[in-house]
T-cell receptor
Framework: QKEVEQNSGPLSVPEGAIASLNCTYS??????FFWYRQYSGKSPELIMS????GDKEDGRFTAQLNKASQYVSLLIRDSQPSDSATYLC???????????FGQGTILTVHP | GAGVSQSPSNKVTEKGKDVELRCDPI?????LYWYRQSLGQGLEFLIY????????KSGLPSDRFSAERTGGSVSTLTIQRTQQEDSAVYLC????????????FGSGTRLTVV
């Protein structure tokens, strides 16, 4: 099992819809989780971090963490074509900050 | 500086040559990471520097790869005797302390070995 696994995608949603991106991880000791957005040809950009079980909202983005079930998700409300990108899930390590990334999910928001 | 700076942005080299990639982290960030991303792939961890501690080299794919960080700031990733499979985007990131608040990535160096 991969350490961090994302729903394979690609995911296509109409403009204005909710995009749901999911990620599972293989260990129970990770304490920090991150979502990065990567536009084609660009480097990843941190958009959300979450450390506690439950939901964390930031504008149109909501991250959800369930440590018991070992999953973290990202919801994008009112999706816009500018949200079209690859979304990378990452989990933090234990004693230091090396992040392990999933393979990414390509999201396309069509007008 | 305001962000993580990497140079060169693009590098084309002949198979068998050595290359050096440079990373200048955000001022005050003590942790520095190198990753690489092959076409259509996720991010592969290479090496991690934290302050004056010994680096974590566990992700380096072979002994042709090495990295150093001078004065706790600028880092250089060196690839000796480059191979075609080394072609990728090499990304540097830095963070405050141990990175558990997320990284800031540089714009990367696209390495093409011909």
């Amino acid at each position: 099992q991969k350490e961090v696994e994302q729903n394979s995608g690609p995911l296509s949603v109409p403009e204005g819809a909710i995009a749901s991106l999911n990620c599972t991880y293989s260990d129970r000791v990770s304490q920090s989780f991150f979502w990065y957005r990567q536009y084609s040809g660009k480097s990843p950009e941190l958009i959300m971090s979450i450390y506690s079980n439950g939901d964390k909202e930031d504008g149109r983005f909501t991250a959800q963490l369930n440590k018991a079930s070992q999953y973290v998700s990202l919801l994008i409300r009112d999706s816009q074509p500018s949200d079209s990108a690859t979304y990378l899930c990452a989990r933090g390590g234990t004693s230091y900050g090396k992040l392990t990334f999933g393979q990414g999910t390509i999201l396309t928001v069509h007008p | 500086g305001a962000g993580v700076s990497q140079s060169p942005s693009n590098k084309v080299t002949e198979k068998g040559k050595d290359v050096e990639l440079r990373c200048d982290p955000i001022s005050g960030h003590t942790a520095l990471y190198w990753y690489r991303q092959s076409l259509g792939q996720g991010l592969e961890f290479l090496i991690y520097f934290q302050g004056n501690s010994a680096p974590d080299k566990s992700g380096l794919p072979s002994d042709r790869f090495s990295a150093e960080r001078t004065g706790g700031s600028v880092s250089t990733l060196t690839i000796q005797r480059t191979q075609q499979e080394d072609s990728a985007v090499y990304l540097c990131a830095s963070s405050l302390d141990r990175g558990n608040y997320g990284y800031t990535f540089g714009s990367g160096t696209r390495l093409t070995v011909v």
